[in-house]
């Protein structure tokens, strides 16, 4: 006979239930409109469910032919290029978030998942879980701690003076070109792990252009996002700014960006505001050092050396904005996300509630399988991200 009770002891019914509940808070995921499970996406992510704690998660891509014309009759054979493939791989390790129930849960339903004690818990756990997720792409992208922090980057000293709508120009040009720094190109690519080290020091690898993300409405785009405080500042109403022109050259009316409070875009740069993290992190490099009150950008504080969250941080110095492209960040999940629930053992008068799951994120930073290119090189640097540093 039908109880209407459904069960926590079934696994099945337990990670559809917990799956259902992700995915309504998922629309609270910054990165949700950037993730695909193509190489084409900002985020790139691969779910592979029999990876577990410790398990390697490989990406694989192919290169383009750039090899020379045979002309005429003169032999072909055995003159073909190699064909270029580049990996990436990623280690998944568990991680658990946990809720205290308190002592609200009925004993004689413990086990059943519609009562709203479990709904309540699993919908805490998704919206801590959306925004762990979204704070480890963050990090990875800035370099924090653990993650890859040696980006080709693009500096520019705003202490003094407003972002101006040209500043975006040559920006965007370095993007289609690959200009290193120099006095004559003072923002072209630059090199170093955080933004007070090596801050006019030039590339001395030329790269391949980021490859853009394609929009919906097939607009090919470069993702520029940036905090609020470099938001601030492109906002000015100082001659030749970006705020400035969007008075007199954006479309009239109240769909004019002054009044939607919109970024919008220059040339194939898209500019998106992100929120500034809030939170604390205990010294550690991984996902789990780090309790996370709202997910987004660190700062940085050069003066000690250290970003936002850090317990030494005193003020920010530098902004480190994002530019990105297709091919970005690389997500990889494990086993399949598992809720889980365990009552005290004081007769069950409390309870704790679990989402575990298996995952990884990390910059994508190619290994060349045969050979790079001579000069537009994909391998070995960041293969979609260029910091954007601001200085304060």
């Known amino acids: 006979m039908a109880t209407g009770v459904v069960s926590a002891s079934s696994e099945l019914v337990r990670k559809k239930w917990l799956r259902e ?11 949700g409109a950037y993730t695909g499970m193509s ?3 900002i985020v790139h ?4 469910e029999s990876a577990s704690d410790g398990h390697t998660v490989v990406f694989d891509y192919d290169g383009n032919l750039a090899g020379k014309a045979i002309k005429g009759k003169d032999t072909a054979y055995g003159k073909g290029e190699q064909k270029k493939k580049f990996s990436e791989s990623i280690t998944v390790d568990r991680y658990r978030l946990v809720v205290d129930n308190g002592d609200k849960f009925d004993a004689v339903n413990i086990g059943d998942l519609s009562i709203s004690e479990h709904s309540d818990s699993r919908t805490k756990l998704a919206d801590q ?5 979204d704070q480890a792409l963050f990090d990875a992208a800035q ?28 920006i965007e040009l370095t993007l289609r070109t690959g200009i290193v720094y120099s006095a004559a190109n003072p923002l072209g690519y630059q090199v170093g792990t955080v933004p007070d080290s090596g801050l006019t020091t030039p590339s001395t690898t030329t790269r391949a252009p980021l490859a853009p993300f394609r929009l919906q409405d097939g607009r090919s785009i470069w993702l520029m996002i940036v905090d609020p405080f470099t938001a601030n500042n492109l906002r000015d109403t100082a001659s030749n700014t970006v705020l400035n022109l969007a008075t007199t050259a954006d479309v009239r009316g109240n769909n004019n960006r002054i009044f939607k409070g919109l970024m919008g875009q220059v040339g194939q740069l898209l500019i998106v505001e992100a929120e500034a993290f809030f939170g604390s992190s205990d010294g550690g490099t991984g996902l789990d050092a780090t309790d996370i009150e709202i997910s987004g950008l660190r700062q940085y504080d050069g003066t000690n050396n250290v970003w936002s969250g850090d317990s030494s941080f005193a003020s920010a110095t530098h902004s480190r904005n994002l530019i990105l492209g297709a091919n970005a960040l690389q997500i990889a999940f494990g086993r399949q996300p598992d809720y889980k629930f365990q009552a005290s053992q004081d007769f069950g008068i409390k309870s704790e ?4 799951f298996w995952m990884n ?3 994508v930073n190619l290994t060349a399988e045969n050979s790079d290119y001579s000069m537009a090189k994909k391998a070995s640097m960041d293969n979609g991200v260029i910091a954007f540093d601001v200085t304060l």
């Open 39 to 41: 190489s084409d996406s």
């Open 353 to 356: 509630s679990a989402v575990e």
């Open 143 to 170: 370099g924090f701690k653990g993650a890859s922090a040696s980006p080709h980057r693009i500096g520019i000293d705003a202490s003094s003076t407003s972002l101006t709508y040209k500043n975006l120009a040559d």
């Open 45 to 48: 992510q691969v779910n592979n």
């Open 129 to 133: 879980f959306i925004r762990f997720k």
């Open 21 to 31: 509940g992700l995915l309504q808070a998922s629309s609270k995921s910054f990165w």
């Open 361 to 363: 994120t990390q910059k």
